[in-house]
Nanobody, 124 residues
Framework: QLQLVESGGGLVQPGGTLRLSCAAS????????IGWFRQAPGKEREGVSC????????YYADSVKGRFTISRDNAKNTVYLQMNNLKPEDTAVYYC?????????????????WGQGTQVTVSS
């Protein structure tokens, strides 16, 4: 049974860093795309980044380009999101999800198997 578990969230000051992890079980990620999404209170869930687990190609939302880096460890069946220079507007619950079609786009339509999310709060 597919299961994705996020971890690594927390409270950080503006300009700080966090690394989120998305650990998969129940299937092999090799032929999947793993996406990170976030949802702030009162807002729709938005795509942040995606990585193609087979080819390593990566995609980012404009709002996080140059600050966030997505990476994978196929041996550990885990995807990471390194978040640098965090801003208050990055505050949200962060989720990971899987697409069987690689990274077709940063929209929730293409993804499933959502994890429970991990809270990221950027505040002084």
């Amino acid at each position: 049974q597919l299961q994705l578990v996020e971890s690594g969230g927390g409270l950080v000051q503006p300009g700080g860093t966090l690394r989120l992890s998305c650990a998969a079980s129940g299937f092999t990620l090799d032929y999947s795309g793993i996406g990170w999404f976030r949802q702030a209170p009162g807002k729709e869930r938005e795509g942040v980044s995606c990585i193609n687990m087979r080819y390593g190609s990566t995609y980012y939302a404009d709002s996080v380009k140059g600050r966030f880096t997505i990476s994978r460890d196929n041996a550990k069946n885990t995807v990471y999101l390194q978040m640098n220079n965090l801003k208050p507007e990055d505050t949200a619950v962060y989720y990971c999800a899987r697409s069987r079609a690689g990274c077709p786009g940063l929209t929730t339509t293409y993804f499933g198997g959502w994890g429970q999310g991990t809270q990221v709060t950027v505040s002084s």
